[in-house]
């Protein structure tokens, strides 16, 4: 049907539908499906701001020859990993995590680390980012 209110030329049906958030189903845990937040301009704007500075510190760290930096740069890594598992998880269904329903906080702190590490290569493939460009 035509939108008589600004142009009759105009039909719904032509009308593209676009949704905020991606439903994707775990290969890491058949059966569990996850909800992670489609990237736009201002999502990818919000990101960066979050894991700029940790960004900038696990590059500086890494160039080191120092094993204690090494070891701080892998710990850096792991909390950009927190970042987008946070920013971009919106929900999980068909799995619970001792007896209660599994939710991204709970997911970080005691899920399978297969599927948490699964959803945040899910987010960073929104982000156009690959494993080693999501860490510089």
Request: charged share 30%; hydrophobic share 40%.
């Amino acid at each position: 049907r035509c939108l008589s209110d600004w142009s009759s030329d105009v039909c719904s049906s032509d009308l593209v539908e676009y949704e905020s958030q991606l439903r994707c189903e775990s290969k890491a845990v058949p059966g569990v499906t996850f909800i992670i937040r489609r990237m736009s301009f201002g999502a990818r704007m919000e990101l960066s701001r979050k894991i700029r500075e940790l960004s900038k510190r696990v590059e500086f760290l890494s160039a080191g020859n120092d094993v204690q930096q090494h070891l701080e740069a892998n710990v850096l890594s792991h909390e950009i990993d927190d970042v987008f598992l946070g920013w971009g998880l919106v929900e999980i269904e068909g799995m619970t995590i001792d007896g209660v329903a599994a939710t991204p906080a709970l997911l970080a702190v005691k899920g399978p680390d297969s599927l948490a590490r699964e959803i945040v290569e899910s987010i960073r493939g929104q982000c156009g980012l690959s494993e080693e460009e999501g860490k510089n």
